[in-house]
């Protein structure tokens, strides 16, 4: 009688314990791993593409599952679309640049290790660029012609490619106007 009682007990802690393991282990981390997924969200509402990302990879580790939530593979496969079409620095030429030392600084920028591409974007590209964030201002878009717009190089890095050269050494440049790198 005594070890019934005993198997009997042994046998109810155990099924609560099979029973609450998923409340309170398994679910607190799938609730932090939605949470993450949350938070990429916002980044990726914002356009910080970088950090959305980094969020997503740290929810499919935290909750494997989501290794097969193919909304998550779709989020995580746009953000990484997104970073790759955005340039890492632009530079911006003064007026009256030559054509001769834009391409010498856009041939010099090819050559240089971590540049994956360097994209010209012309003044009168630069307006239609403007004019298409613009579109819903009218107002705006009559106060801007081509002539007022820099022209610019585009420079793409590979992943992990150091900015910090190429900056310094194309601020140094006569002709350059301004250099912006672009955060992720």
Do not use: H
């Not at 099924?15 to 993450?36: E, G, M, Q, S």
């Not at 298409?132 to 009218?138: A, D, G, L």
């Not at 310094?168 to 672009?182: A, E």
């Amino acid at each position: 009688m005594k070890n019934s009682l005993r198997y009997l007990l042994f046998g109810v802690i155990a099924t609560i314990i099979i029973f609450c393991l998923p409340f309170f282990v398994i679910y607190p981390k799938y609730l932090d791993a939605r949470n993450l997924v949350k938070e990429g969200d916002n980044y990726v509402s914002l356009g910080g593409y970088k950090m959305g990302l980094d969020k997503y990879i740290k929810a499919e580790n935290s909750w494997p599952l989501y290794y097969f939530d193919s909304n998550l593979q779709q989020k995580m496969t746009n953000s990484k679309a997104k970073l790759a079409s955005r340039p890492s620095i632009i530079i911006y030429f003064k007026d009256g640049s030559n054509a001769g030392d834009v391409n010498a600084l856009s041939n010099e920028l090819k050559n240089t290790p971590g540049v994956r591409d360097v994209k010209y974007v012309s003044k009168e590209d630069a307006l239609k660029i403007y004019q298409e964030m613009n579109k819903n201002s009218p107002e705006l878009l009559k106060l801007v012609t081509a002539s007022i717009l820099p022209a610019s190089l585009e420079v793409f890095l590979n992943e992990g490619a150091s900015k910090e050269t190429i900056l310094q050494s194309v601020r140094q440049k006569p002709y350059v106007d301004s250099v912006i790198p672009i955060s992720d």
